[in-house]
């Protein structure tokens, strides 16, 4: 399967400590996207890449908060001191930037779930 | 926000048509209706995206009305599997990348 992989699948963590989530996306799509879900609600916007380039980041994301895409692959979502309302599903998506299609279809990854005690 | 309406919950029999509606009334000439869906606990799975022409692939049917004010998104042939929330989005056809805006979407919940 060469779809978006997520990892860990599952995080839990005490309050205060720092988490990193890695996003593999599908290879040569190079565009990234970072979406946050709490329960009972849709994913909410967080942040993207096109290649290495950070575009554009959400108002939730907040200064504790930084994602990377060094090489313009894999990507990297950084959670310092985290606190109890972090609580969520961390979803990755990826797409592919074209010359003839004008609209791009995001494809998901299984997310990360993170518990903050 | 979302610029879509759509029922918070829906029932249908295993193997008949599953039609969810949505309502876009706002939309705009550029934007595109994609549908994805939801499965507990995974991530959310690309269905189809329209214009204005009906669409469909092996997973759907897409029918968006003349006026581009509503669409249906049709599962011929519901299964157990297709239990799922089902997201509704409008999205400009703009060449940069635009993300995508959830609602609350419709559970669907297939009986067998």
């Known amino acids: 399967d060469t779809g978006v992989s997520q990892d860990p699948r599952h995080k839990i963590t005490k309050r205060g400590q720092n988490v990193t989530f890695r996003c593999d996306p599908i290879?040569?799509?190079?565009?990234l996207y970072w979406y946050r879900q709490t329960l009972g609600q849709g994913p909410e916007f967080l942040t993207y890449?096109?290649?290495?380039?950070?575009?554009?980041k959400s108002r939730l994301l907040s200064d504790r908060f930084s994602a990377e895409r060094p090489k313009g692959s894999f990507s990297t979502l950084e959670i310092q001191r985290t606190e109890q309302g972090d609580s969520a599903m961390y979803l990755c998506?990826?797409?592919?930037?074209?010359?003839?299609?004008?609209?791009?279809?995001?494809?998901f990854g299984p997310g990360t779930r993170l518990t903050v005690l | 926000d979302a610029k879509t309406t759509q029922p918070p919950s829906m029932d249908c029999a295993e193997g008949r048509a599953a039609n969810l509606p949505c309502n876009h009334s706002?939309?705009?000439?550029?934007?595109?209706v994609y549908w994805y869906r939801q499965i507990h606990s995974q991530g959310p799975q690309y269905i189809i995206h329209?214009?204005?022409n009906n669409e469909t692939n092996e997973m759907a049917s897409l029918i968006i009305t003349e006026d581009r004010k509503s669409s249906t998104l049709i599962l011929p042939h519901a299964t157990l599997r297709d239990t799922a929330v089902y997201y509704c989005?409008?999205?400009?056809?703009?060449?940069?990348?635009?993300?995508?805006?959830f609602g609350q979407g419709t559970r669907l919940t297939i009986n067998p």
């Open positions: 998506a990826s797409s592919s930037q074209s010359t003839t299609v004008i609209t791009d279809t995001q494809y």
């Open positions: 290879s040569e799509h190079n565009r």
């Open positions: 890449f096109q290649n290495e380039a950070q575009l554009e």
């Open positions: 706002t939309i705009s000439g550029n934007e595109y």
């Open positions: 329209g214009l204005k």
């Open positions: 989005i409008v999205r400009p056809s703009l060449q940069g990348a635009q993300k995508l805006v």
